[in-house]
């Protein structure tokens, strides 16, 4: 059977060469796990955009909802999309902090999944922010369009291959915490993985050691020098009242939960709940990824039946567009510090 993605092959994403940690070669009968990228798929993804992209970047930032939807203008139809005007540093969405930005959509990397969801506009735009070489993902994939988690991830791992180190991981998420306000941003410093739990998780299925081991840890798996520093930083751009740190947790959605549902979460110890970052976070650490990720809180989640009010995507949105100032500020003075202190990866 030859079932086509992305106009590729399935053939081509199901070559399933890499190294079984039991030593037996690895044949994959079930469809379900059969179909992941390869390497050597990844790698033809990645020499696609090496060519047209002259430079390597260091540092990945992920663009949550409302966070990443705004086109840059472009120059012409081609599939690079060259900024032609300089825009304010501090408006629009964070993939404009970038300079002299070169923008590819995903319509035209081979491999790549496509976003379907409002807000997440679509492409991959390379430039530097803070004077450091920078790819920006505008636009995640997510459980509920239907893509799997390795899928969902899949882009984790071409910014590995392109270079990155060190990635950063924004969501819009409703809070659980009773101190957040709507507006807030959380420092995540731990997740619950909910999907997980069921033995959903983007590392199933065949290992290939050329990204990282069988059996990752998690226990470290936000950069807490990075968490420390981002501290710091809100504090010096008059952000300190506004920034917590805190548990994230992500169910699949892509219904917003129910009363009973965010009262268990909030038991479970989550401070924030949203419908990304999890499977992210873990194939980043696993790939050997330094990782910073926050959540702007774009809701207070509720959790009482007495309250009428109801959470909506559109409402996340705005709540994006209203921070999105502040987000860019941080972010750039942020990763200001990082590079001054010279943070390595999780294993040297
Ligand atoms: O992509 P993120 O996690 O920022 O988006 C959140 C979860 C849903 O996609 C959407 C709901 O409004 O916001
Ligand atoms: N699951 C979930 N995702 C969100 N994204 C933004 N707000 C929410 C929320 O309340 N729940």
Redesign the pocket.
Known sequence: MSLKLNGYHNAKLSGQNGTSTNGHANKITDPDIGHRYTYEVLVETVDFIKSRVPFEPVVGIICG?GLGKNQIRHKNASDILYLFSEIDPFTGSLAECLTSPIEISYTTIPNFPQSTVKGHAGSLVFGHLSGLPTVCMKGRFHYYEGYPLWKCCMPVRVMKLLGVTHLIIT????GLNPKFKVGDIMFVNDHINIMGFAGNNPLQGPNDERFGPRFPPMNQAYNRTIINLAKKVAKEIGLADRVHEGVYT??G?PN??TVAELNMLKMLGADA???STVHEVITANHCNMTVFAFSLI??E?VVHYETEDE?S?EE?MDVGKQREDSLKQLVTELLKEVFHLGITTRRG
């Open positions: 909802s969501n819009a998420a409703g992500c169910l959605g917003f939960e709940v949203g419908m774009t809701n989640c959470p995507h996340v």
